[in-house]
């Protein structure tokens, strides 16, 4: 029991990274700018960096699990069945590629889908200001594995922070037309920024154990991190509004559907193709 | 090239970009790329240009302000230089355990 709620953490995780990385991914070839399509692009490789970390120990975890005996394929309530169970070893790409939405554990904001320009910023800055200082507290995490990874990515996080904090001000400070994309993109995802700070049960287990990351404690700083950039930028906080929840237990929007689709086919097409 | 002038990502300046690939060495210049200021050319460099690890240290200069000689004195400015060896410091016997000459 122990063993899943670690593995559902750290696919949280993962999940998070993969999907955010993907959504930025998709703007390659698209930037409106070559400096900017690199920036973004990079930006895009790291968040799966950090996702390929999180999935090869999830991995291990899970095959761990297996060969202690008492795992069977429903140990983990995810749609890896299709290799788990029988002593199969799973990977960090079945488990990137053969899991279904369902069984994804990622926030909603990060599956939202680009939008413009603006929206794309937005997303990234409400994400990297609530990563910054989440793998600021993960590195001391009880779960060394975790920690590490923590250390790694909190330095990438740090740039993409920076790089989204200076663009949200561009343009939320920008010209008329600049400010005007930053509200509506304000609009359309200021209800997906509440669940980064509503714990799942994964999230109370193991933050009571000192794994897991606190996440109330890092909400103020979220709130302070935003409040400064949009000072600058000129932009008003909505005022509290309903939050749309769900996403840390499986439960999401329509886009994600549509980007695994995209994502995974190669793989669910030609099982195990390699190129 | 007159083209570029009437697109409208030339309204972002073009910038020099220098790399310091490690202490000790000087700042060489590895190219160009478009901002619209100092510090958004440094982020740009950033990704464009020590993705690779290439560097330790960026300057960045926006093109307007380099000054360049003119390729139609070249015959004047350079080739003056074709036929003065003794500029060089050939003529020295080096002792042997002396390297990186």
Redesign the interface.
């Known amino acids: 029991m122990e063993q899943k709620t670690l593995i559902d953490y750290t696919l949280h995780l993962a999940d998070n990274a993969l999907v955010l990385g993907h959504r930025n991914s998709e703007w390659t070839g698209h930037g409106p700018i070559l400096e900017q399509d690199i920036a973004l692009s990079n930006i895009a490789l790291d968040l799966i960096g950090q996702a390929r970390n999180f999935y090869q120990y999830a991995a291990r975890l899970r095959n761990e699990g297996v060969s202690l005996g008492g795992a069977r394929g429903g140990r983990m309530s995810e749609g890896v069945a299709a290799t788990g169970g029988g002593g199969v070893e799973v990977t960090e790409d079945t488990l990137a590629y053969l899991r279904d939405s369902w069984d994804y554990r990622n926030c909603l904001l990060v599956e939202q889908i680009n939008g413009d320009w603006a929206k794309t910023i937005l997303r990234l800055f409400f994400f990297s200001a609530y990563q910054y200082s989440f793998y600021q507290r993960l590195q001391q995490s009880r779960d060394r594995e975790l920690a590490a990874i923590a250390e790694k990515s909190y330095k990438e996080v740090t740039y993409h922070l920076r790089w989204s904090s200076e663009w949200v001000i561009r343009l939320g400070d920008g010209t008329e037309e600049s400010h005007r994309r930053m509200e509506e993109a304000l609009d359309q995802l200021w209800k997906f920024s509440g669940e980064l700070f509503v714990p799942a049960d994964y999230e109370k287990v193991l933050a009571e154990k000192g794994i897991a990351v606190d996440l109330t404690a890092i909400r103020s700083q979220w709130e302070e991190r935003v409040d400064a950039v949009f000072r600058q930028a000129g932009l008003t906080k909505p005022a509290a509004a309903w939050e749309q929840t769900g996403g840390k237990q499986g439960r999401h929007t329509e886009h994600l559907g549509y980007l695994l689709a995209e994502m995974q086919f190669l793989q669910r097409a030609y099982p195990g193709c390699e190129w | 090239m007159e083209n570029q002038n009437t697109e409208s ?1 030339s309204s ?1 300046p073009l910038w020099e970009i220098f790399i310091r690939s490690k202490q000790g060495l000087d700042h060489k210049h590895v190219g160009s ?4 200021d100092a ?2 050319a440094i ?2 460099a ?3 240009y020590t ?1 690779r690890m290439e560097g330790i240290s960026i300057w960045v200069v926006e093109s307007k302000y380099v000054h360049a000689s003119n390729p139609d004195e070249a015959a004047s400015f350079y080739d003056p230089a074709n036929d003065k060896v003794y500029r060089h410091p050939t003529f020295y016997q080096l002792p042997d355990e002396l390297t990186h000459m």
Not at chain 2, 33 to 36: E, F, M, N, T, Y
């Open positions: 990502r972002w790329l478009h901002a619209v510090a958004m982020e740009n950033r990704d464009v993705r």
